[in-house]
């Protein structure tokens, strides 16, 4: 390919509301800027453990491999169908 194209996550609000209203609620509480640096970084940038947003068949973001494990939640139906967002805590 001769330019690199980038690509665009516009259809995430419609395609994953559940995940979209629980990005609006952590933007309230841990700003904007630390959002979009998670956004940036496990989306983006592929880098695991800093953003990964599930909801039905859909996911985005890269996990840490731990964050991909509840064993109290085996065996328990639909505990894997609703919206999951996870992000790196800010730092202090």
């Not at 665009?8 to 609006?24: C, E, I, K, T, Y």
């Not at 491999?65 to 109290?72: G, Y």
Request: charged share 25%; glycine share 10%.
């Amino acid at each position: 390919m001769d330019k690199e194209r980038k690509q665009s996550f516009d259809w995430v609000p419609a395609q994953m509301p559940g995940v979209a209203a629980l990005m609006r609620a952590r933007r309230a509480k841990d700003g904007d800027a630390h959002v979009n640096e998670c956004w940036k970084r496990g989306v983006v940038l592929k880098e695991a453990g800093w953003f990964f947003a599930r909801e039905g068949a859909l996911a985005v973001g890269t996990p840490d491999p731990s964050w991909t494990q509840w064993p109290e939640l085996e065996g328990v139906p639909g505990a894997n169908t609703g919206a999951l967002l996870m992000l790196r805590n800010p730092e202090v």
